[in-house]
């Protein structure tokens, strides 16, 4: 069971993705507990301001401070153990190694959706003077108009590692970035669709065979598209022997094209 708040201005832009496919599903199992809390409920004026002018000028408003720190306050009330995720594009990156370590965590997680330019400094400060843990966690190299997406991204990725919410348990083993491989290709019926046909050795029901052509397809699949995991990667012999074939195939394709265009 994954329990965590998200605190945000925009409580309807969470609750709407929460309340479909797999995150519904996931709630209703009893897998996940989400609690949408409205930043601007622990505000206390008439206009229910959350926001205001940065100090020192510049464009763009800030989230002030005291309605998140309330907001906190009255969750740790209840349950002092909590992990603080601050969404900020200046925060580290998220990855599947830290979607793991969430799901993995015991404790309940607090998402602070970050809005406008950002978020008062003195949020972390107190929160980390207070002895909570507090990560700054991004989901990219771009900006976002808010954090809700973000947190979004990071409790899906988390939630569908929880044992349970995925139909089948092999479903996570076997995809991409746990074994730092990317996916291979994969078809389904017809067998032929526009004349491009399913590979035959699919077909064959030789599982040996069928395995031994996914991993190949694995191997290519990232050589082609993200060669940066394979340079993190050490590589069995084996995989060395299939990769410089693939290079081979590849620089005589390139080879057999470029005669092409010339001719
Ligand atoms: Cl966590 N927040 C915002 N506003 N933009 C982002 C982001 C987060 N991660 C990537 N871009």
Same mark, same amino acid.
């Given at each position: 069971?994954m329990?965590?708040d998200?605190?945000t201005?925009?409580p309807s832009?969470?609750?709407?993705v ?6 519904s ?15 601007r409920s622990?505000t ?7 926001d205001?002018?940065?100090y020192?000028?510049g ?6 401070p ?6 906190v306050d ?9 992990r603080?995720v ?6 580290r ?5 830290y979607?793991r370590n ?8 607090v998402?602070i ?5 950002g ?7 107190v929160?980390a003077a207070e002895g909570r843990?507090v990560d700054?966690v991004?989901?990219?190299d771009?900006?976002?108009t808010?954090g809700e997406l973000?947190?979004l991204?990071m409790?899906?990725?988390? =939630?569908?590692?929880?044992?349970g919410? #995925?139909?089948?348990? %092999?479903?996570v /083993?076997? @995809?991409?970035f ?17 004349s ?7 077909l064959?029901?030789?599982?040996g065979a069928?395995?031994e ?17 394979l340079?993190?990667k =050490?590589?069995a012999h084996?995989d060395? #022997?299939i990769?410089? %074939?693939?290079? /081979?195939? @590849?620089s ?5 094209s ?5 001719s």
């Amino acid at each position: 069971m994954m329990r965590c708040d998200v605190l945000t201005l925009f409580p309807s832009m969470v609750e709407s993705v929460l309340g479909t496919s797999m995150l519904s599903l996931a709630q209703e199992k009893g897998l996940l507990d989400v609690t949408v809390v409205d930043i601007r409920s622990f505000t206390h004026d008439r206009h229910r301001t959350a926001d205001d002018r940065p100090y020192g000028g510049g464009a763009g408003m800030l989230l002030k401070p005291e309605p998140i720190l309330e907001a906190v306050d009255s969750i740790c009330a209840t349950c002092p153990d909590v992990r603080i995720v601050m969404t900020s594009p200046r925060g580290r990156q998220f990855d599947q190694a830290y979607a793991r370590n969430m799901c993995e965590d015991s404790r309940r997680l607090v998402f602070i959706c970050g809005h406008y330019e950002g978020i008062d400094e003195r949020v972390r400060m107190v929160m980390a003077a207070e002895g909570r843990e507090v990560d700054e966690v991004s989901i990219g190299d771009y900006v976002l108009t808010g954090g809700e997406l973000a947190a979004l991204v990071m409790i899906d990725a988390s =939630v569908r590692l929880i044992s349970g919410v #995925l139909g089948d348990t %092999d479903s996570v /083993k076997e @995809e991409s970035f746990s074994s730092t491989l990317l996916e291979y290709a994969q078809y389904t019926r017809p067998v032929e669709f526009r004349s491009a046909r399913v590979p035959d050795v699919l077909l064959s029901g030789h599982h040996g065979a069928i395995r031994e052509w996914r991993h190949r397809s694995s191997l290519a699949n990232t050589y082609a598209r993200r060669p940066d995991l394979l340079e993190k990667k =050490v590589l069995a012999h084996d995989d060395q #022997l299939i990769l410089a %074939d693939i290079q /081979k195939k @590849e620089s005589s394709e390139n080879l057999d094209s470029s005669r092409r265009l010339s001719s």
